[in-house]
């Protein structure tokens, strides 16, 4: 079974607008982090955000925010003031347990592109 | 932040040619260094486990003879990718972790690796 959902294979948005990409997860383990990671056409993997499943308040970072519902099992990438250097790929990623030693797992990724 | 070296960046090479990856963890100690594959327009997937002083733990599917691990210290795991064929022509990245829970993992570059 899927663990990491992202359903939209690619968006695009107009420069200077917010864009919200999905992002679903299913645990058993009440103990987890989530993770959003932007891939340039480069290829490297750019850390964004992390989310921890006891987290009291949504994680930000600069014009990244991760919108947690853990009722729902949803962490959604906001990025606000979308620019032209945002297009890339996106991947939400979760870890079980909080150890850096386990494993991520990656969704399937969203293509986004920013439109001038 | 946490910088992790990925060598090389590109390798080009014949068929049944033995290559190996190196990736180094440059201002802190990793213990557990992961081994991704990555096609084009897909997602990361994860190789194996790589433990610092043992055997690496291979994702079921992974050929363990096919891609060697070593990770003889705490800032240095090799990918040998044995007998390289045109199937074996991928994308390949590391990565590793700080020891803190909630640490993310940080990525190498990335290997682009073509078999002829």
């Known amino acids: 079974a899927q663990k990491i959902t992202q359903t939209q294979p690619g968006m695009f948005v107009q420069e200077k607008e917010a864009v919200t990409l999905d992002c679903t997860y299913d645990t058993s383990d009440p103990s987890y982090g989530l993770f959003w990671y932007k891939q340039p056409s480069s290829g490297e993997m750019i850390f964004l955000i992390y989310q921890g499943s006891y987290d009291q308040q949504n994680a930000t970072e600069g014009r990244y925010s991760l919108n947690f519902q853990k009722a729902r099992k949803s962490a959604n990438l906001v990025i606000s003031a979308s620019q032209l250097g945002d297009s890339a790929m996106y991947f939400c990623?979760?870890?079980?347990?909080?150890?850096?030693?386990?494993?991520?797992?990656f969704g399937q990724g969203t293509r986004l592109t920013i439109n001038p | 932040g946490a910088v992790v070296s990925q060598h090389p960046s590109w390798v080009i090479c014949k068929s049944g040619t033995s290559v190996k990856i190196e990736c180094r963890s440059l201002?802190?100690?990793?213990?557990?260094m992961f081994w991704y594959r990555q096609f084009p327009k897909q997602s990361l997937m994860l190789m194996a486990t790589?433990?610092?002083?043992?055997?690496?733990?291979?994702e079921q599917g992974v050929e363990k003879d096919k891609f060697l691990i070593n990770h003889a210290s705490l800032t240095l795991s090799t990918l040998t990718v044995t007998s390289a064929h045109p199937e074996d022509s991928s994308f390949y990245i590391c990565?590793?972790?700080?020891?803190?829970?909630?640490?993310?993992?940080?990525f190498g570059d990335g290997t682009r690796l073509s078999i002829l």
């Open positions: 201002d802190f100690q990793a213990t557990t």
């Open positions: 990623a979760m870890r079980e347990g909080f150890q850096g030693a386990q494993k991520l797992v």
């Open positions: 990565s590793a972790s700080g020891r803190g829970g909630g640490q993310p993992q940080h």
């Open positions: 790589s433990n610092e002083g043992s055997k690496a733990t291979y």
